[in-house]
T-cell receptor, first 114, second 115 residues
Framework: DTEVTQTPKHLVMGMTNKKSLKCEQH?????MYWYKQKAKKPPELMFV???????INESVPSRFSPECPNSSLLNLHLHALQPEDSALYLC?????????????FGSGTRLTVV | TQLLEQSPQFLSIQEGENLTVYCNSS?????LQWYRQEPGEGPVLLVT?????EVKKLKRLTFQFGDARKDSSLHITAAQPGDTGLYLC???????????????FGAGTQVVVTP
C-alpha cells in the first residue's frame, strides 16, 4: 500500500458545526503532516507529527485541532470555522521528519465553510 | 523563513516543444523535491535531489540541483498534454532549529501543453 487516504473528499459545514477530517497511511511512515492549500497557491504547513507526537504547530488557530491516535492515523478536528478557512486540506506522510524523504500526499479534502 | 522562487509562473506551449522551470533561493537546502499537482488532487512527488550538482532523469524529465544547493531546474523534453499541471519545488532547509522538518514550497509554475 503506497497511498495516503483522506476522507471525506468534500465537506460543507456551517460556522457552528464540528467536523473531523481523517487521514490514513499504511506505509510505516513515522511523520505525518497537515497542509492547507488555497486556490492557485502552494500548500501551507499547519501541523507535523513525528512518532505520533505533535512536533510543529505553525501558529494555527485553535479552531483546528489535530490528533494522531496511532502511527497510521491522523485526524483534524474542526470547530467554529470561518468562511476564509475554506480550502483544500492535504495530509501527507514521509518515512521520517527532517530527512530528505519525499512526501506522499493524499488527494485532499475540499472544505467549504458556509 | 527561506523563500523559494519559481519562474515562470505560467507556461503555455505546444505538444513537442521543450520547457524549463526554475526554482531559486538565497538559502542552502539539504534537499529539494519536485512535485506535480493536478486540479483537485494532492501533489505527486517526481524526484528528490540531495547532492549539489546532481542531475536526475525521469523519462523526458531532467532535474538538476545547483552546485551550491540553492537552486534547481526541471526540463521537459518533447512535452505532451499529459505533462499539464502545476509544478511545485519544495526544499528542506539546511537546518536551523526553527526550520528543521519543514518543507517549504515555491509558488508553483502552471504548465499547459496543448495538442
Amino acid at each position: 500500500d503506497t497511498e495516503v487516504t483522506q476522507t471525506p473528499k468534500h465537506l460543507v459545514m456551517g460556522m457552528t458545526n464540528k467536523k473531523s477530517l481523517k487521514c490514513e497511511q499504511h506505509m510505516g511512515h513515522r511523520a505525518m503532516y497537515w497542509y492547507k492549500q488555497k486556490a492557485k497557491k502552494p500548500p501551507e504547513l499547519m501541523f507535523v507529527y513525528s512518532y505520533e507526537k505533535l512536533s510543529i504547530n505553525e501558529s494555527v488557530p485553535s479552531r483546528f485541532s489535530p490528533e494522531c491516535p496511532n502511527s497510521s492515523l491522523l485526524n483534524l478536528h474542526l470547530h467554529a470555522l470561518q468562511p476564509e478557512d475554506s480550502a483544500l486540506y492535504l495530509c501527507a506522510s514521509s518515512q521520517e521528519m527532517g530527512r530528505a524523504y519525499g512526501y506522499t500526499f493524499g488527494s485532499g479534502t475540499r472544505l467549504t465553510v458556509v | 523563513t527561506q523563500l523559494l522562487e519559481q519562474s515562470p509562473q505560467f507556461l503555455s506551449i505546444q505538444e513537442g516543444e521543450n520547457l524549463t522551470v526554475y526554482c531559486n533561493s538565497s538559502s542552502v537546502f539539504s534537499s529539494l523535491q519536485w512535485y506535480r499537482q493536478e486540479p483537485g488532487e494532492g501533489p505527486v512527488l517526481l524526484v528528490t535531489v540531495v547532492t549539489g550538482g546532481e542531475v536526475k532523469k525521469l523519462k523526458r524529465l531532467t532535474f538538476q540541483f545547483g552546485d551550491a544547493r540553492k537552486d534547481s531546474s526541471l526540463h521537459i523534453t518533447a512535452a505532451q498534454p499529459g505533462d499539464t499541471g502545476l509544478y511545485l519545488c519544495a526544499g528542506a532547509s539546511e537546518g536551523t532549529t526553527d526550520s528543521w522538518g519543514k518543507l517549504q514550497f515555491g509558488a508553483g509554475t502552471q504548465v499547459v501543453v496543448t495538442p
